[in-house]
């Protein structure tokens, strides 16, 4: 007699927060003013750093003691590092491997402020979220933000997006115009500013702010265009059908000489 197939996991999407004793974390609790996100990729680290520029400062000694940075820049929003070596925990005692041992999946990248790193988890099955609360409550204190169950949910519909797809082409000036926006309220509804006290603000004319600002949400939006096609109630390919018919069917009637009278 031929056994039932097994019923499927249910699978969770957790959010919590870890307070342990590693390089990152440590230096987190000496900066409390600092936002570090951290993602870590083939033995180095990539740092997004914000906050009080003696902080920042700080933070950028730490990394060139430490190996030394392969590339530093900076902007208004703050630091970004990619570092020689990876900075990270000594091996076993990280808490992505931690994660990883108990079968469950880390999203990077990984949010450190206070000495808390806040991480994004996908879990297997009730008993993998037991054993993976256990694990990490024996390395440190664990806050859990949030849980909740992944039912019937396609796959497209839970997207991680790359921030690289979403800003990917998007200038300096385009990007600060959009954020400043963003700050000020000018997307709220109804809105907060106008096009011109944002203009006065980066000390530009307000038809070039405009310019700035339609370029970056024109970019933002067609990068995003893949995405919104795949959370689309029907299929991304038949949206993409309809697109090329619609535009077959403007060449047609274009194509067409109008009637005389």
Same mark, same amino acid.
């Given at each position: 007699m031929i056994a039932p197939p097994a019923e499927p996991e249910a699978m969770f999407a957790a959010t919590l927060e870890v307070r342990h004793d590693c390089p990152i974390g440590n230096l987190s609790r000496e900066l409390p003013g600092l936002r570090i996100v951290h993602w870590c990729v083939n033995n180095r680290d990539l740092f997004q750093v914000s906050g009080p520029e003696e902080e920042l400062r700080a933070?950028?000694?730490?990394?060139?003691?430490?190996?030394?940075?392969?590339?530093?820049? =900076?902007?208004?929003?703050? !630091?970004? !590092?990619? %570092? =020689?070596? *990876?900075? *990270?925990?000594?091996?076993?005692? &990280?808490?992505? =491997?931690? @994660?990883?041992?108990?079968?469950?999946?880390? @999203?990077?990248?990984?949010?450190?402020?206070?000495?808390?790193? &806040?991480?994004?988890? !996908?879990?297997?099955?009730?008993? &993998?979220?037991? +054993?993976?609360? =256990? /694990?990490?409550?024996?390395?440190?204190?664990?806050?859990? !933000? &949030?849980?909740?169950? @992944?039912?019937?949910?396609?796959?497209?519909?839970m997207m991680l997006i790359p921030g690289s797809d979403i800003f990917a082409g998007l200038t300096d000036r385009q990007s600060a115009s959009l954020l400043l926006g963003l700050r000020f309220g000018y997307y709220t509804s109804p809105s907060e500013t106008t096009i011109e006290r944002l203009a006065d603000g980066m000390g530009l004319a307000p038809s070039t702010y405009g310019e700035h600002l339609r370029k970056a949400e024109a970019r933002v939006l067609l990068n995003l265009r893949p995405y919104l096609e795949a959370f689309?109630?029907?299929?991304?390919? /038949?949206?993409?059908? +309809?697109?090329?018919?619609?535009?077959? %069917?403007?060449?047609?009637?274009?194509?067409?000489?109008?009637?005389?009278?």
């Amino acid at each position: 007699m031929i056994a039932p197939p097994a019923e499927p996991e249910a699978m969770f999407a957790a959010t919590l927060e870890v307070r342990h004793d590693c390089p990152i974390g440590n230096l987190s609790r000496e900066l409390p003013g600092l936002r570090i996100v951290h993602w870590c990729v083939n033995n180095r680290d990539l740092f997004q750093v914000s906050g009080p520029e003696e902080e920042l400062r700080a933070f950028r000694e730490w990394v060139e003691a430490g190996g030394g940075a392969r590339h530093v820049s =900076q902007g208004p929003d703050g !630091l970004l !590092l990619v %570092t =020689q070596v *990876c900075r *990270c925990a000594k091996p076993g005692a &990280s808490i992505g =491997q931690a @994660i990883r041992r108990t079968g469950a999946w880390d @999203i990077p990248p990984i949010v450190y402020r206070e000495g808390w790193e &806040s991480w994004r988890v !996908l879990v297997f099955g009730d008993r &993998s979220v037991r +054993e993976l609360f =256990q /694990e990490l409550r024996r390395r440190g204190e664990v806050r859990l !933000l &949030s849980l909740r169950p @992944i039912e019937n949910v396609p796959m497209e519909k839970m997207m991680l997006i790359p921030g690289s797809d979403i800003f990917a082409g998007l200038t300096d000036r385009q990007s600060a115009s959009l954020l400043l926006g963003l700050r000020f309220g000018y997307y709220t509804s109804p809105s907060e500013t106008t096009i011109e006290r944002l203009a006065d603000g980066m000390g530009l004319a307000p038809s070039t702010y405009g310019e700035h600002l339609r370029k970056a949400e024109a970019r933002v939006l067609l990068n995003l265009r893949p995405y919104l096609e795949a959370f689309a109630s029907r299929a991304p390919g /038949e949206v993409a059908v +309809e697109d090329a018919r619609a535009v077959a %069917t403007r060449r047609a009637k274009d194509a067409i000489p109008a009637e005389t009278a």
